[in-house]
């Protein structure tokens, strides 16, 4: 079974910036897409970015585009999630998930997931 592990989260200002990091072992990252969601208190999990194995293709939802970047170091078996320009509406905890080989906007797609790691945007 493959195993997710989130890291980088804490506490930033407004404007600020944050890279997370996901971590794999038991299996390879190469054939897995990964991807990033978050959850806010009281709010539904909501899809933020997506990165396909084969190609490394990549998807973000559209409020965030621009300020989010996915990127994969298969070498390393890690994913990463770099976040600029933060805003308190990011408040969240992050999760990273996988499937095979291509994403999907749907978290029901995704087998395997990280505990999560809290983002906090305040001043």
């Known amino acids: 079974q493959l195993q997710l592990v989130e890291s980088g989260g804490g506490l930033v200002q407004p404007g600020g910036s944050l890279t997370l990091s996901c971590a794999a072992s038991r299996f390879t990252l190469d054939y897995y897409a990964i991807g990033w969601f978050r959850q806010a208190p009281g709010r539904e999990r909501e899809g933020v970015s997506c990165i396909s194995s084969s190609k490394g293709v990549t998807y973000y939802a559209d409020s965030l585009k621009g300020r989010f970047t996915i990127s994969r170091d298969n070498a390393q078996n890690m994913v990463y999630l770099q976040m600029n320009s933060l805003k308190p509406e990011d408040t969240a905890v992050y999760y990273c998930?996988?499937?095979?080989?291509?994403?999907?906007?749907?978290?029901?797609?995704?087998?395997?997931w990280g505990q999560g790691t809290q983002v906090t945007v305040s001043s």
């Open positions: 998930a996988a499937r095979p080989v291509y994403c999907s906007s749907a978290d029901t797609d995704f087998g395997s």
